[in-house]
Nanobody, 122 residues
Framework: QVQLVESGGGSVQAGGSLSVSCRAS????????MGWFRQAPGKEREGVAL???????TYADSVKGRFTISKDNAKNTLYLQMNSLKPEDTAMYYC????????????????WGQGTQVTVSS
């Protein structure tokens, strides 16, 4: 079965950088689009960044120019590099994958990881 396991994250001061990774297994990695999503306490889950099977990336307006999504097909791993972090970036970050629900505006992708916490202090 499809498994997504996030790692990385942690705590950092505003203006700092963090990266998170997502190791995928159980399917042909390059055949699904993958994305990063986040959910802060009391808020709805939202899309952060998505990369499709061709490597095309899209970002939420709130993170454009600060976050970079990438993947390594040989390692079955998805990455999110987060720079210039702000306190409002504090959330649980999830990776997700799907065959066709490939939009950063969607939060109903089929497969999800368990999440990793990112905390940004002011």
């Amino acid at each position: 079965q499809v498994q997504l396991v996030e790692s990385g994250g942690g705590s950092v001061q505003a203006g700092g950088s963090l990266s998170v990774s997502c190791r995928a297994s159980g399917y042909m990695f390059g055949t699904y689009c993958m994305g990063w999503f986040r959910q802060a306490p009391g808020k709805e889950r939202e899309g952060v960044a998505l990369i499709d099977t061709e490597g095309t990336t899209t970002y939420a307006d709130s993170v454009k120019g600060r976050f970079t999504i990438s993947k390594d097909n040989a390692k079955n791993t998805l990455y999110l590099q987060m720079n210039s972090l702000k306190p409002e970036d504090t959330a649980m970050y999830y990776c997700a994958a799907d065959f066709w629900r490939c939009s950063v505006r969607r939060t109903d992708l089929r497969y999800w990881g368990q999440g990793t916490q990112v905390t940004v202090s002011s």
